[in-house]
């Protein structure tokens, strides 16, 4: 069993609607939780750090976090053809070595 | 914005050379990470470093080797490149404090450096 888990997609929504990305995690001792965006061929980029449950808004995303659960999910609201990126779960259990990514959900948004 | 470059962005190279690839970061952290990732597929933790003179190998078995004599200066080094090794190399760093609380765990965010794409011939 893979540490994070991902749905590898491809995620298909039409612009402007809400795009859901989900995650699931095997550690109940993690900590911290965060979504990276990576485009094609380039190196990932922070999106949203959580580390309580609930949800955490920023902008047009939202994350949010069920550690009972060991789910956390992404919600893109008013999804752009811009936003169309695989995008990253990545779980701290609290080690240096206990960092772990997702293999990614790919996103596409059609105009 | 994270200040982590690496060098050079593309590298190709015949079999059997030795190979360098580059990170650097200014932003002081403690952390620093090297992570290969095949096109459309996950990232692989290859090697860490906690600090200065501190290296440690990830889970992806590698071949290639670390050092860590400065704070903001990561090299990785390939002895002698294989076909196998054509990848994507992504550096990353951390700022890494201890603690439970918020800043503490937001510390544990790895920033990531623009990559090096490596083709072995």
């Known amino acids: 069993q893979k540490e994070v888990e991902q749905n590898s997609g491809p995620l298909s929504v039409p612009e402007g609607a809400i795009a859901s990305l989900n995650c699931t995690y095997s550690?109940?001792?993690?900590?911290?939780f965060f979504w990276y965006r990576q485009y094609s061929g380039k190196s990932p980029e922070l999106i949203m750090f959580?580390?309580?449950?609930g949800d955490k808004e920023d902008g047009r995303f939202t994350a949010q976090l069920n550690k009972a659960s060991q789910y956390v999910s992404l919600l893109i609201r008013d999804s752009q053809p811009s936003d169309s990126a695989t995008y990253l779960c990545?779980?701290?259990?609290?080690?240096?070595?206990?960092?772990?990514f997702g293999s990614g959900t790919k996103l596409n948004v059609k105009p | 914005e994270a200040d982590i470059y690496q060098t050079p962005r593309y590298l190709v190279i015949g079999t059997g050379k030795k190979i360098t690839l580059e990170c650097s970061q200014t932003?002081?952290?403690?952390?620093m990470y090297w992570y290969q990732q095949d096109p459309g597929m996950e990232l692989h933790l290859i090697h860490y470093?906690?600090?200065?003179?501190?290296?440690e190998k990830g889970d992806l078995s590698s071949e290639s080797t670390v050092s860590r004599i400065r704070t903001e200066h990561f090299p990785l080094t390939l002895e002698s490149a294989r076909p196998s090794h054509t990848s994507q190399y992504l550096c990353?760093?951390?700022?890494?404090?201890?603690?439970?609380?918020?800043?503490?765990?937001?510390?544990?965010?790895?920033?990531f450096g623009p990559g090096t794409r490596l083709t072995v011939l």
């Open positions: 550690d109940r001792g993690s900590q911290s």
């Open positions: 990353a760093s951390s700022e890494g404090l201890s603690g439970l609380d918020s800043k503490s765990l937001f510390a544990d965010t790895q920033y």
């Open positions: 990545a779980v701290n259990s609290g080690g240096f070595n206990k960092f772990y």
């Open positions: 959580i580390y309580s449950n």
């Open positions: 470093s906690y600090g200065v003179n501190s290296t």
């Open positions: 932003m002081g952290h403690d952390k």
